[in-house]
Every structure is written in C-alpha cells, then in structure tokens.
C-alpha cells in the first residue's frame, strides 16, 4: 500500500500548483488532502469519495481549490488557484477505505509523504 504525493513547489502570491495522489496497492473509496503549517495543526482541506464522486473542502479553500479523481490511474489530484502566504504547508495525502465524506484525520487509514507547497508574498 503506497500513497505517493508529488506537485509541490514555490510559487507566488496568486499563483497555481497542481498537486497528484497516486494510490498504489489497494483501491480507495476516500482520498483526502491535508496540509500542516510550521508550529500548526494538521487541518483537512478536501477529499473525494471514489464511488459517487462526492467532494467536500475545508471553508478556506472553497472556489480557489478544486479535487478531482482519475479511477483509471488510481490518482486524485488538488488544483490550487488564487494561492495566497497562509496556503503555504506540507501537504499530505491521505485515503480511507470507507465513504468517510469529512475531513477528521482519524477516519483515514494511509498517509502519504508530504510535498512543501510554499507561497510567496
């Protein structure tokens, strides 16, 4: 079981980053995103279920990042437009062997290495 994040970077204030998450090893039914700032929580900032499509984002987010899912491939990937200094993390992905539709860490089962997204201002 592998979970394999890629697509960080530097960029500027209002720039874009598309980040992937390839699954290996198992077939998910929740992949989800996740990032943690230095000296802060780990907070949740999208998922999306494999079987219905479902997406959910943290409030932060909405209409700057958009989740999105390639079955064939196994990858979920995280497109972040309109990046702003506070974006600036490691970013996690995570999968869930249930439909879990949230955000709460506990519920997934696998962690992926994180990738550094950080933006300038």
């Known amino acids: 079981v592998q979970l394999q994040a890629s697509g960080g970077g530097l960029v500027q204030t209002g720039g874009s980053l598309r980040l992937s998450c390839a699954a290996s090893g198992f077939t998910f039914n929740t992949i989800g995103w996740f990032r943690q700032a230095p000296g802060k929580e780990r907070e949740g900032v999208s998922c999306?279920?494999?079987?219905?499509?479902?997406?959910y984002y943290h409030e932060s987010v909405k209409g700057r990042f958009t989740i999105s899912r390639d079955n064939a491939k196994n990858t979920v990937y995280l497109q972040m437009n309109s990046l702003k200094p506070e974006d600036t993390a490691v970013y996690y992905c995570?999968?869930?062997?249930?439909?879990?539709?949230?955000?709460?860490?506990?519920?997934?089962?696998?962690w992926g290495q994180g990738t550094q997204v950080t933006v300038s201002s």
């Open positions: 999306i279920s494999s079987s219905d499509g479902f997406t």
């Open positions: 995570a999968a869930a062997g249930d439909d879990v539709g949230s955000l709460i860490p506990g519920y997934y089962d696998f």
